[in-house]
């Protein structure tokens, strides 16, 4: 079965450079979820989208952005990078329309370093 | 608001031997609950999952039951192997109308299974 897709895996970036980090939910999931999990933590809910609207907002700083596109996938940009946002991203999706709408799949994340 | 208070770990355990890890939760209604399970350097996988009180979720051996009366969703498995080791989280979804909203995690249990 398809699962979440997050793209890069992997990624490195200076003091104050730019991301953007990719998220293409599992086909049909009309709704998509941005965690951050630092070293040792449990995963923070940043934001989510359902049907292309932002529909919850958590502990997501301004210097994040994120937004649905009309083929669902999702990216998230952030800008001026400090040390502290090095952790690991994922992205989930749900479809709110079906069987298993309370259910979240996550991706594999994506693991930004800040150096 | 709502929360997840997960047992403190980390937990070793011998191989076959039986695993509870205790976990409570606080939340306004009626939440959906979830064990997700993170392998070393990898995603968050869902475990199993119980959407009304007195329903069992089970998976791979494991078992969990949603207890409202004690505001519990304890995990539990019969004989454990070495592939478990892994860090488990409990979670719970306050459902809306409209769908799965964000998951908030307990703080995560690391369990290490011996061979």
């Known amino acids: 079965a398809a699962g979440v897709i997050q793209s890069p895996r992997h990624l490195i970036k200076e003091k104050r450079e730019t991301a953007t980090l990719k998220c293409y939910p599992i086909p049909r999931h009309d709704t998509v979820y941005w965690y951050q999990q630092g070293p040792g933590q449990d995963p923070q809910f940043l934001i989510s989208?359902?049907?292309?609207?932002?529909?919850d907002k958590g502990s997501i700083p301004d210097r994040f952005s994120a937004q649905q596109f009309s083929d669902y996938h999702s990216e998230l940009n952030m800008s001026s990078l400090e040390l502290g946002d090095s952790a690991l991203y994922f992205c989930?999706?749900?479809?709110?329309?079906?069987?298993?709408?309370?259910?979240?799949?996550f991706g594999p994340g994506t693991r930004l370093l800040v150096l | 608001g709502d929360s997840v208070t997960q047992m403190e770990g980390p937990v070793t355990l011998s191989e076959e031997a039986f695993l509870t890890i205790n976990c409570t939760y606080t939340a306004t209604g009626y939440p959906s609950l979830f064990w997700y399970v993170q392998y070393p350097g990898e995603g968050l996988q869902l475990l199993l999952k119980?959407?009304?009180?007195?329903d069992k979720g089970s998976n791979k051996g494991f078992e969990a039951t949603y207890r409202k009366e004690t505001t519990s969703f304890h995990l539990e498995k019969g004989s454990v192997q070495v592939s478990d080791s892994a860090v488990y989280f409990c979670a719970l979804s306050p459902i809306s109308q409209g769908g799965s909203e964000k998951l908030v995690f307990g703080k995560g249990t690391k369990l290490t299974v011996n061979p």
């Open positions: 989208f359902y049907e292309k609207m932002q529909s």
């Open positions: 989930a999706s749900s479809d709110r329309t079906g069987d298993t709408q309370e259910t979240q799949y």
């Open positions: 119980a959407t009304k009180a007195d």
